[in-house]
T-cell receptor
Framework: AQKITQTQPGMFVQEKEAVTLDCTYDTSDPSYGLFWYKQPSSGEMIFLIYQGSYDQQNATEGRYSLNFQKARKSANLVISASQLGDSAMYFCAMRKNSGYSTLTFGKGTMLLVSP | EPEVTQTPSHQVTQMGQEVILRCVPISNHLYFYWYRQILGQKVEFLVSFYNNEISEKSEIFDDQFSVERPDGSNFTLKIRSTKLEDSAMYFC??????????????FGPGTRLLVL
């Protein structure tokens, strides 16, 4: 069975600083994908970034980057130059490549960005 | 940019009543999903749907739940006899294909269901 662990229930960061949100995962599948989603207070789920288990390089999307350490089974999200609009809940999720398409989510981390 | 839409945004119902949650997936997507998120908890998978049939369902998706694609654009989740514990945010998602790990599921804005 797959499991996603996000150990930080809440994080605080000042505007313009970088912040790292932790995510560790557990799977016996050799092939899997890791995703990060943002959920602002309005409730929608917004896709941020993807990392594949066989990707050689860490994924980057604008101010978002993924610190992927396969041996440690971690896929931490790094947000650089935080903005007030980054305040939201952040979910790490995983899907495995064995004929199933479902996402398994972690419990999320609430990020608050202060001026 | 194409997006998944869901209606209604909020629904209040009495315990035991039937509710239908509606979703319009992104037009060229082939796979559809329902997830739910009980307040303050993580997002949980309910069911996936492809080619007019369920491809996978979780243990949450019992006989009280059903899904349907009644026409070429809508995808619905029906709860036959709602219980208090069905109160949650329900998300619809869609994706182009599932054979590629990179394939992203795009989520709708959610329907917040409250069962009284």
């Amino acid at each position: 069975a797959q499991k996603i662990t996000q150990t930080q229930p809440g994080m605080f960061v000042q505007e313009k600083e970088a912040v790292t949100l932790d995510c560790t995962y557990d799977t016996s599948d050799p092939s899997y994908g890791l995703f990060w989603y943002k959920q602002p207070s309005s409730g929608e789920m917004i896709f941020l970034i993807y990392q594949g288990s066989y990707d050689q390089q860490n994924a980057t999307e604008g101010r978002y980057s993924l610190n992927f350490q396969k041996a440690r089974k971690s896929a931490n999200l790094v947000i650089s130059a935080s903005q007030l609009g980054d305040s939201a809940m952040y979910f790490c999720a995983m899907r495995k490549n064995s004929g199933y398409s479902t996402l398994t989510f972690g419990k999320g981390t609430m990020l608050l960005v202060s001026p | 940019e194409p997006e998944v839409t869901q209606t209604p945004s909020h629904q209040v119902t009495q315990m035991g009543q039937e509710v239908i949650l509606r979703c319009v997936p992104i037009s060229n997507h082939l796979y559809f999903y329902w997830y739910r998120q009980i307040l303050g908890q993580k997002v949980e998978f309910l069911v996936s749907f492809y080619n007019n049939e369920i491809s996978e369902k979780s243990e949450i998706f019992d006989d009280q739940f059903s899904v349907e694609r009644p026409d070429g654009s809508n995808f619905t989740l029906k709860i036959r006899s709602t219980k208090l514990e069905d109160s949650a945010m329900y998300f619809c998602a869609s994706s182009e294909a599932t054979t590629d790990l990179r394939e992203t599921q795009y989520f709708g804005p959610g329907t917040r269901l409250l069962v009284l």
